[in-house]
């Protein structure tokens, strides 16, 4: 069995919604390379990394985090939030 934790991010900050309801973000951690690099010290070697802020605008927004994720862990990331176009999905190769 493999496990895949997810990152979801708003304002570059990992949080949780209830029920997909923006209005009921709750923040659990200011850092998600903080996070990440948690995940892969127990071993962890693929991540779902969410940019809810992209998903809600329609185009990436969170493409910073996801550079600092990919430059500075070995994890495998699968992303999502955003992803409409081919410039979308240039800045998010280009990001790691």
Known sequence: ?????????IDGQCV???KGDY????????????I???FEAH????????DLDGAKASHIVNHKELEA?????????DFGGGLKTDDDLR???ESG
């Not at 209005?23 to 903080?34: H, M, R, S």
């Not at 071993?43 to 969410?50: F, Q």
């Open 16 to 18: 949780r919604l209830s």
């Open 36 to 38: 990440a690099k948690q």
């Open 43 to 50: 071993g962890i070697e693929h991540l779902h990394l969410v």
């Open 69 to 77: 994720i990919a430059t500075k862990t070995s994890l495998k990331i």
């Open 1 to 9: 069995m493999r496990i895949i934790p997810a990152i979801d991010i």
């Open 91 to 93: 800045v998010a190769f």
């Open 23 to 34: 209005n009921t973000k709750k923040v659990y951690n200011e850092n998600p390379l903080e």
